[in-house]
């Protein structure tokens, strides 16, 4: 199954370069709707309640204002309270990840990308390595890199971006990334990767064979899919002699 409106062509054009495979983790490699992100956005909110003395109210408004003003919840709660990073990033990841079931078709996919496959998260190693083991996908990647290795800098920052790729020497123009997040794949973008967002708001489309998609989505996505299982089926068969890759237990920076 390719994407709806691409063609063969089109996923062969953009993609028979690309080297190095970047996936964002939450609602990336797994379906929006099992709300993973929510308990973590709920676990937040009790955070900056318990931290603040205030309501469950108070903590949404604060949330939003940090994540409007300074990009995330957590870059906020550092900069105006002096938060330990580390202990809240073990609070907001302690969550229930029995929702996550094994889904193999996924891993093969995954494993077949020529190249080097690496997990890029705003959370954390360990919350990633649980997510990994529960969809069976740990060996498929290569590296995690996550919010502590970027020095508590976040995406969209352009800083971690470079650094990625710097540490991985790895060219942005040989690259793809594969992201739920728009605003997370302009960097990407500028400096020269393929940009995939992962989302079940739109429906599959390539702004390269579909001009409807300039109406939902900026410049800097090049493609859009719901479905990341399917989207990498079709580039994998658009891509002539792909070979299966066999890797360790991922790395971790």
């Known amino acids: 199954m390719q994407d709806a409106l691409s063609t063969r062509q089109d996923l062969f054009a953009d993609f028979k370069h690309v080297d190095f495979w970047i996936f964002d983790l939450d609602n ?21 309640r318990q931290l ?15 994540e ?16 330990d990073p580390h202990v809240f990033l ?45 969809l069976g996908i740990t060996d498929a990647f290569d590296c995690i890199f996550d919010i502590v290795w970027a020095d508590l800098d976040p995406k969209p920052h352009r800083a971690p971006y470079e650094r990625l790729f710097a540490q991985m020497g790895a060219d942005p123009k040989r690259a793809a990334m594969f992201e739920d997040v728009a605003r997370n ?12 967002l992962v989302s079940p708001e739109f429906l599959c489309r390539s702004r390269h064979t579909d001009r409807a998609a300039a109406d939902v989505a900026p410049g800097y996505i090049d493609y859009i899919t719901h479905d990341l299982r399917g989207f990498l089926a079709g580039v994998l068969n658009a891509l002539p002699d792909n070979r299966h890759n066999e890797d360790d237990r991922p790395g971790t920076f």
């Open 28 to 48: 990336t490699l797994y379906p929006q709707d099992l709300n993973l992100m929510v308990q973590m956005r709920t676990r937040t909110y009790d955070y900056i």
């Open 52 to 66: 603040l003395d205030t309501d469950h109210t108070g903590a949404a408004e604060l949330y939003e204002r940090f």
């Open 68 to 83: 409007t003003v300074y990009g995330t919840a957590f870059n906020g709660l550092i900069i105006e309270h002096g938060i």
């Open 90 to 134: 073990d609070y907001v990841h302690d969550i229930d990840h029995g929702l996550l079931v094994p889904d193999l078709q996924l891993a093969d996919a995954i494993r077949s990308l020529p190249g080097k496959r690496v997990i890029y998260t705003n959370g954390t190693v360990g919350h990633a390595e649980n997510v990994l083991k529960r």
């Open 185 to 196: 794949l302009e960097i990407p973008h500028v400096l020269g990767a393929r940009t995939v």
